[in-house]
């Protein structure tokens, strides 16, 4: 599948997600009217439904990554295209390992910009760029396990030259190795 043309499968995401919100069915329901009338292929089809279902699925996460990127703003009080589209977008950055944050972004502010208000893309570029900011992309990924916190570096101040742990430090390329003529 070519990337470019997931545009397509993203707004028919956004017509089914907003058909559950406005027209009252049922994520499944959506999901059927979205492939009968979407006419996509079978693989962006796919991606569609991957797109509609992850959010619904991933709601309770999402909400809490747009909460803390909207700064005063309550999500339940956004107009509905811009809402659904930062929950499709919010989705690809925490979730979606195999889209990069740019293409997310971009595609995000362009669907904005044709169905939302006149600032609709800056609004959702502003939004969107601080969820990456509080997630970036590759920590929250579906079926990947945080990784360990790493044990803090001792303060190399308090390391004596030559050391054998400010040897095994640098050997790890944790310290740089100072210049042949300085002395750590």
Not at 30 to 43: H, I, K, Q, T, Y
Not at 100 to 122: C, F, H
Not at 130 to 154: F, M, Y
């Amino acid at each position: 599948m070519r990337p470019r043309n997931r545009r397509q499968a993203r707004e028919a995401a956004l017509r089914a997600l907003y058909s559950v919100e406005i027209g009252g069915v049922s994520v499944e329901e959506a999901v059927v009217d979205m492939c009968e009338s979407a006419r996509l292929s079978e693989d962006l089809e796919g991606f569609a439904k991957r797109l509609v279902l992850g959010v619904s699925e991933k709601d309770s996460e999402i909400r809490d990554a747009l909460v803390s990127s909207l700064e005063s703003w309550d999500v339940g009080r956004l107009a509905a295209v811009d809402r659904h589209l930062l929950r499709i977008g919010a989705y690809e950055l925490l979730f979606c390992d195999d889209v990069p944050p740019k293409v997310t972004l971009n595609e995000a502010i362009e669907l904005a910009k044709k169905y939302g208000s006149a600032d609709s893309g800056k609004f959702v570029n502003g939004v969107l760029a601080g969820v990456l900011r509080e997630h970036p992309k590759g920590e929250i990924c579906e079926g990947s396990e945080p990784e360990a916190t790493p044990e803090p570096l001792p303060e190399i101040e308090r390391l004596e030259p030559g050391s054998e742990e400010l040897c095994k430090l640098r050997e790890a390329g944790a310290v740089p190795v100072p210049p042949e003529n300085e002395t750590v």
